[in-house]
T-cell receptor, first 116, second 112 residues
């Protein structure tokens, strides 16, 4: 069990550019979540996948954000036309699913995005 | 809407000085309450899951308890390496997706 991994760990971009982040969940975990965390706040839910199906999206996820999980394995989160307000830590988590005792979410190290 | 309030926002303890962190919650049907530890610049690290009032879990110097309205994270004889932000989160039964809502955390500093 290697845990949840995220790439890159840090990203600096200029306003208006597109960025893409990758998340590899714990193997055999069929649920995958994306969160955004700003300084001094707790993680805020963005979106959730059950296998390859995107089942829930937060109102925080504007049209500039898109997430995919092809084949139900790794996931990508793309932000188009980045804005300075997108600067945050983007966290990925995964859970086994399948019942109350299997819904604990395990987090990756995060990708810190800075939009200049 | 589910709500999680953590107090205090920041706590400074001397090494060995035991204390408790509070997590008050409002949720339409509790599916689970989670405690995480987060070090600066890192992702949250899972500590405990509690499911029903009266439940308690322990790990080293940490003990988590749960009532119908709040949870406590008790820290016994803390060490400097326990310094971190402790996050509380709740998962509700409402709706098709059992959403997890986080509090803003308690930033703990343990001084040698």
């Amino acid at each position: 069990d290697t845990g949840v991994s995220q790439d890159p760990r840090h990203k600096i971009t200029k306003r208006g550019q597109n960025v893409t982040f990758r998340c590899d969940p714990i193997s055999e975990h069929n649920r995958l979540y994306w969160y955004r965390q700003t300084l001094g706040q707790g993680p805020e839910f963005l979106t959730y996948f059950q296998n390859e199906a995107q089942l829930e999206k937060s109102r925080l996820l504007s049209d500039r954000f898109s997430a995919e999980r092809p084949k139900g394995s790794f996931s990508t989160l793309e932000i188009q036309r980045t804005e300075q307000g997108d600067s945050a830590m983007y966290l990925c988590a995964s859970s086994l699913g399948g019942g109350q005792s299997q819904e604990t979410q395990y987090f990756g190290p995060g990708t810190r995005l800075l939009v200049l | 809407e589910d709500q999680v309030t953590q107090s205090p926002e920041a706590l400074r303890l001397q090494e060995g000085e035991s204390s408790s962190l509070n997590c008050s919650y409002t949720v339409s049907g509790l599916r689970g309450l989670f405690w995480y530890r987060q070090d600066p610049g890192k992702g949250p690290e899972f500590l405990f899951t509690l499911y029903s009032a009266g439940e308690e879990k322990e790990k080293e110097r940490l003990k988590a308890t749960l009532t119908k309205k709040e949870s406590f994270l008790h820290i016994t004889a803390p060490k400097p390496e326990d310094s971190a932000t402790y996050l509380c989160a709740v998962q509700s039964n409402s709706g098709g997706y059992q959403k997890v809502t986080f509090g803003i955390g308690t930033k703990l500093q343990v001084i040698p």
